[in-house]
């Protein structure tokens, strides 16, 4: 077994077990957010109020070593607060970099999209070069450099609907349920007994990752073969989706591009140097339902993408 992927595997229990300390449940949302991190994408976290997302992310951060830092995007919030600017210092006579909180290896963009596309916009540069570009001159962002973002479903009141491009940007889109019965008893009973609100280090949650090794987990994936096989099954799924009559707008090459890498870094977070088809249909949904806008006629009747996505993995043919 190749060394590299067997300690990518092993960092990434210890990861889980350090959130398991506070989180209950959730276990393939924290999947989802290891195998981003690997695969160097950015999260959306979609639920109702109260599921945990921000505490979530505060906790991810904390396992694994990651500076934290947390936006909480209101209507009135300006690009210049996300960024940062150039201000003049009158002892110096030069205008100095006033660092905002983008600037971190895991930022949470709390509730996105309840800001303007306008201030949504500040983050496209970031998100896609690892870079912010402030009065001419380009200043690079942390090598981990990650957004995790949560956003209240789009029927709550007072949301701005992300544009494509923003979506586009995401990795993953996750939704996090209401928890289960039993999950619910056990978040009370391990949270219920607690006064203010509730930090990571309350739990005991301890650092047991750092730079070096999630840089050495991420340049494990160069060892993870992406057969011939798996490369045309990807394709020919998301291709399946521009065919489809109850899809509008399918899923462009780029879909398939950070598909086949969020595959190659779930192969690695299970210790193998090989793609399966499972790992590419075990993440379509999650990398598929923010690409696809459904038909009108789809809408009417009710359709909902993550079923259609379903639906087109079962009829895709993969490899054996």
Same mark, same amino acid.
């Not at 996105?112 to 690079?140: C, F, S, W, Y």
């Not at 086949?260 to 075990?282: E, I, M, Q, S």
């Not at 809408?299 to 379903?310: D, N, P, Q, T, Y």
């Given at each position: 077994?190749?060394?590299?992927?067997?300690?990518?595997?092993? $960092?990434?229990?210890?990861?889980?077990?350090?959130?398991?300390?506070?989180?209950?449940?959730?276990?393939?949302?924290?999947?989802?957010?290891?195998?981003?991190?690997?695969?160097?994408?950015?999260? &959306?976290?979609?639920?109702?109020?109260?599921?945990?997302?921000?505490?979530?992310?505060?906790?991810?951060?904390?396992?694994?070593?990651?500076?934290?830092?947390?936006?909480?995007?209101?209507?009135?919030?300006?690009?210049?607060?996300? $960024?940062?600017?150039?201000?003049?210092?009158? %002892?110096?006579?030069?205008?100095?970099?006033?660092?905002?909180?983008?600037?971190?290896?895991?930022?949470?963009?709390?509730?996105?999209?309840?800001?303007?596309?306008?201030? %949504?916009?500040? /983050? &496209?540069?970031?998100?896609?070069?690892?870079?912010?570009?402030?009065?001419?001159?380009?200043?690079?962002?942390?090598?981990?450099?990650?957004?995790?973002?949560? %956003?209240?479903?789009? *029927?709550?009141?007072?949301?701005?609907?992300?544009?494509?491009?923003?979506?586009?940007?995401?990795?993953?889109?996750?939704?996090?349920?209401?928890?289960?019965?039993?999950?619910?008893?056990?978040?009370?009973?391990?949270?219920? *007994?607690?006064?203010?609100?509730?930090?990571?280090?309350?739990?005991?949650?301890?650092?047991?990752?750092?730079?070096?090794?999630?840089?050495?987990? %991420?340049?494990?994936?160069?060892?993870?073969?992406?057969?011939?096989?798996?490369?045309?099954?990807?394709?020919? /799924?998301?291709?399946?989706?521009?065919?489809?009559?109850?899809?509008?707008?399918?899923?462009?090459?780029?879909?398939?591009? /950070?598909?086949?890498?969020?595959?190659?870094?779930?192969?690695? &977070?299970?210790?193998?140097?090989?793609?399966?088809?499972?790992?590419?249909?075990?993440?379509?949904?999650?990398?598929?339902?923010?690409?696809?806008?459904?038909?009108?006629?789809?809408?009417?009747?009710?359709?909902?993408?993550?079923?259609?996505?379903?639906?087109?993995?079962?009829?895709?043919?993969?490899?054996?």
């Amino acid at each position: 077994m190749n060394q590299a992927l067997e300690h990518t595997r092993q $960092l990434a229990e210890a990861i889980r077990a350090e959130i398991g300390k506070a989180i209950v449940g959730q276990g393939e949302s924290v999947e989802h957010l290891l195998t981003a991190l690997l695969a160097q994408g950015h999260v &959306l976290l979609e639920g109702p109020p109260g599921t945990a997302k921000t505490f979530l992310a505060q906790c991810f951060a904390a396992a694994a070593g990651l500076e934290f830092g947390r936006i909480q995007f209101t209507p009135d919030l300006l690009p210049g607060d996300i $960024l940062g600017s150039n201000l003049f210092n009158f %002892q110096t006579s030069q205008f100095t970099l006033t660092r905002g909180p983008i600037f971190r290896e895991l930022l949470l963009a709390d509730e996105i999209n309840r800001t303007p596309p306008k201030t %949504q916009a500040a /983050l &496209l540069e970031a998100m896609q070069e690892r870079r912010v570009t402030l009065d001419g001159q380009t200043h690079p962002l942390p090598d981990r450099f990650m957004v995790v973002a949560t %956003q209240n479903p789009i *029927e709550s009141q007072g949301v701005y609907p992300l544009p494509e491009a923003q979506l586009d940007r995401f990795l993953f889109k996750l939704l996090v349920p209401y928890p289960s019965a039993e999950e619910e008893a056990a978040i009370v009973r391990r949270f219920g *007994e607690r006064n203010g609100p509730p930090r990571p280090a309350n739990f005991g949650i301890a650092a047991v990752a750092n730079a070096d090794a999630i840089g050495a987990a %991420q340049e494990a994936l160069n060892a993870v073969v992406l057969a011939e096989e798996v490369i045309g099954y990807t394709v020919a /799924l998301v291709r399946a989706t521009r065919e489809s009559r109850d899809i509008a707008s399918g899923a462009s090459p780029r879909a398939a591009v /950070l598909l086949a890498g969020a595959a190659r870094a779930r192969a690695a &977070l299970h210790g193998r140097d090989y793609v399966l088809p499972d790992d590419v249909k075990a993440l379509a949904v999650p990398v598929l339902r923010h690409r696809l806008l459904l038909s009108p006629a789809a809408e009417i009747e009710g359709k909902e993408v993550e079923a259609l996505v379903a639906d087109l993995v079962e009829r895709t043919e993969a490899p054996k």
